[in-house]
């Protein structure tokens, strides 16, 4: 298949496994079935087998919409066991809005999402907070591990008067990024929101999410709250001057100002209880921003989720902390039934 552009033929043969949205539509949106066998490959990748007696034939239900055992008659959707499960939307527009969130670049607002779903706009929110809580599930399993780093603390949020620095009501978060030579174009990068810019958070926050040993360098911008690191770091703590046009945290400053216009530009302002939802998903596109395969991510990330109740959802903060284990618990569900099945 070829197009034509100033009168020259191009092929799109060389996108590999990138979808476009129209791509998508043809595929999955207008053929239920074809969305059927990417959930059912996503939930049972090496074949059908039940979860009570390991039994690997099947018949579908089509009026419950499930997969029965033919051996002890147990009944399994699509969806169940995972963060969509008791989802109502019918399968092709669940995937289509999954997609949207994942495959757009610069972000969707949810009242984009509603009129193209053709959804109501608690519905459209819902999904996205769901997927940005897997974002944020694949974010924390990375660790950043380069010869150096740059860092810096910005705040985001509206002006709080008579406070001013360190003592601001805005929200703090850590910007971490991992590069191949000092000052250049970032590999990866980190969002991370802490409660007050101080050496511990700092520290602690750095030993989580990054590689240190005293053979990488870390560039600052002078504050001596990144002092602390100089244990595990060659920390290059040194002022900036911000007037020329190649000053060395001259990316990461470029990162956090497009995260500020991002926020203000597609979304208006989000509540303080959010941010760090949004901080996952602004990271995560940053670090696939070279991804081509997303329904290869998206069947992953499903695949590995949990059930997730509206009160998680409220609750985002607490559920945002307790994820770690429930991804732990799940991959060892996963083992063990893999296990009695080769048995």
Same mark, same amino acid.
């Given at each position: 298949?070829?197009?034509?552009?100033?009168?020259?033929? !191009?092929?799109?043969?060389?996108?590999?496994?990138?979808?476009?949205?129209?791509? !998508?539509?043809?595929?999955?949106?207008?053929?239920?079935?074809?969305?059927?066998?990417?959930? !059912?490959?996503?939930?049972?990748?090496? *074949?059908?087998?039940?979860?009570?007696?390991?039994?690997?034939?099947?018949?579908?239900?089509? *009026?419950? %919409? $499930?997969?029965?055992?033919?051996?002890?008659?147990?009944?399994?959707?699509?969806?169940?066991?995972?963060?969509? +499960?008791?989802?109502?939307?019918?399968?092709?527009?669940?995937?289509? %809005?999954?997609?949207?969130?994942?495959?757009?670049?610069?972000?969707? &607002?949810?009242?984009?999402?509603?009129?193209?779903?053709?959804?109501?706009?608690?519905?459209?929110?819902?999904?996205?907070?769901?997927?940005?809580?897997?974002?944020?599930?694949?974010?924390?399993? +990375?660790?950043?591990?380069?010869?150096?780093?740059?860092?810096?603390?910005?705040?985001?949020?509206?002006? &709080?008067?008579?406070?001013?620095?360190? %003592?601001?009501?805005? +929200?703090?978060?850590?910007?971490?990024?991992?590069?191949?030579?000092?000052?250049?174009?970032?590999?990866?990068?980190?969002?991370?929101?802490?409660?007050?810019?101080?050496?511990?958070?700092?520290?602690?926050?750095?030993?989580?999410?990054?590689?240190?040993?005293?053979?990488?360098?870390?560039?600052?911008?002078?504050?001596?709250?990144?002092?602390?690191?100089?244990?595990?770091?060659?920390?290059?703590?040194?002022?900036?001057?911000?007037?020329?046009?190649?000053?060395?945290?001259?990316?990461?400053?470029?990162?956090?100002? #497009?995260?500020? &216009?991002?926020? +203000?530009?597609?979304?208006? %302002?989000?509540?303080?209880?959010?941010?760090?939802?949004?901080?996952?998903?602004?990271?995560?596109?940053?670090?696939?921003?070279?991804?081509?395969?997303?329904?290869?991510?998206?069947?992953?990330?499903?695949?590995? $989720?949990?059930?997730?109740? =509206?009160?998680?959802?409220?609750?985002?903060?607490?559920?945002?902390?307790?994820?770690?284990?429930?991804?732990?618990? =799940?991959?060892?569900?996963?083992?063990?039934?893999?296990? #009695?099945? =080769?048995?």
């Amino acid at each position: 298949m070829t197009y034509k552009r100033n009168n020259k033929r !191009f092929s799109v043969k060389g996108r590999g496994t990138y979808l476009t949205k129209a791509d !998508f539509i043809m595929t999955y949106y207008a053929d239920l079935e074809a969305c059927k066998c990417f959930f !059912f490959d996503m939930k049972w990748p090496t *074949g059908y087998y039940c979860e009570k007696c390991g039994c690997t034939h099947h018949y579908y239900m089509k *009026g419950k %919409g $499930s997969y029965r055992c033919c051996e002890c008659h147990h009944d399994e959707r699509l969806l169940s066991n995972t963060c969509f +499960q008791d989802c109502k939307l019918p399968l092709n527009k669940l995937l289509y %809005g999954i997609f949207l969130i994942y495959a757009d670049k610069r972000s969707i &607002s949810s009242l984009e999402l509603t009129e193209e779903l053709n959804v109501n706009y608690k519905t459209a929110c819902l999904l996205q907070t769901k997927c940005r809580l897997l974002m944020r599930s694949s974010n924390t399993k +990375q660790m950043l591990d380069s010869s150096f780093y740059e860092s810096d603390v910005v705040y985001i949020g509206a002006k &709080s008067e008579g406070k001013q620095g360190m %003592g601001t009501d805005k +929200q703090a978060f850590l910007v971490i990024l991992s590069t191949h030579k000092e000052h250049e174009y970032p590999m990866y990068v980190k969002l991370i929101e802490i409660e007050k810019d101080s050496g511990a958070n700092i520290e602690a926050q750095f030993s989580k999410n990054v590689k240190m040993s005293k053979d990488r360098i870390l560039n600052t911008d002078g504050k001596t709250t990144f002092n602390i690191l100089k244990s595990n770091l060659q920390v290059k703590n040194d002022k900036i001057n911000y007037q020329e046009n190649e000053s060395k945290l001259y990316f990461l400053n470029k990162i956090a100002s #497009n995260f500020k &216009s991002t926020i +203000q530009g597609i979304y208006h %302002g989000i509540g303080k209880r959010m941010i760090p939802l949004y901080f996952s998903e602004f990271e995560w596109r940053f670090n696939h921003r070279h991804t081509k395969d997303f329904m290869g991510k998206i069947c992953k990330y499903i695949r590995n $989720s949990t059930i997730m109740t =509206r009160k998680d959802i409220v609750t985002a903060r607490i559920y945002i902390l307790s994820i770690e284990v429930w991804n732990f618990l =799940r991959d060892v569900k996963w083992a063990l039934t893999l296990n #009695n099945k =080769r048995l």
